[in-house]
């Protein structure tokens, strides 16, 4: 796999990749931004011994295709897809409304302001039931 095609494709992974806005000042944009100008150069010797080996015509299947098609299976939610959860698994019995709760928690938290952030932890600690 050239170099460029590497890039290119880590390119298109940092283009698409959702940001997290639970921890905005770690982003996974950089890391595989970083990785385009970072992608690995072709030995020459080893390629010409796989071109040797495997014939001009045939490219192996290097560690960078295979992080490259592991990133995109996440993109692509293709894990989820082949084993959904089941509607016992997010509700469990002990407390049915506790991934709908949690689900709320991390939609309000980024939006939330620093009174709210404190107000929310002296909260947690004093309960009141």
């Keep these: 796999m050239s170099r460029a095609i590497v890039a290119k494709h880590y390119a298109r992974l940092a283009s698409r990749?959702?940001?997290d806005v639970?921890?905005?000042e770690?982003?996974?944009h950089k890391v595989l931004k970083s990785r385009i100008d970072n992608a690995p150069k072709p030995d020459p010797e080893v390629q010409g011994?796989?071109?040797k080996v495997l014939g001009s015509n045939q490219q192996p299947r290097s560690a960078e295709l295979k992080e490259v098609n592991a990133l995109y299976s996440l993109l692509e939610n293709r894990y989820t897809k082949a084993s959904p959860f089941s509607s016992e698994m997010m509700r469990p019995k002990?407390?049915?409304d506790y991934y709908t709760k949690l689900e709320k928690e991390?939609?309000?938290t980024p939006s939330r302001s620093?009174?709210?952030k404190v107000f929310n932890r002296v909260?947690?600690?004093?309960r009141l039931q």
């Design 17 to 19: 990749w959702p940001t």
């Design 22 to 24: 639970l921890r905005p």
């Design 26 to 28: 770690t982003q996974f």
């Design 49 to 51: 011994f796989l071109e």
């Design 94 to 96: 002990s407390d049915p």
């Design 106 to 108: 991390l939609e309000a």
């Design 114 to 116: 620093w009174f709210g």
């Design 123 to 126: 909260r947690g600690l004093v």
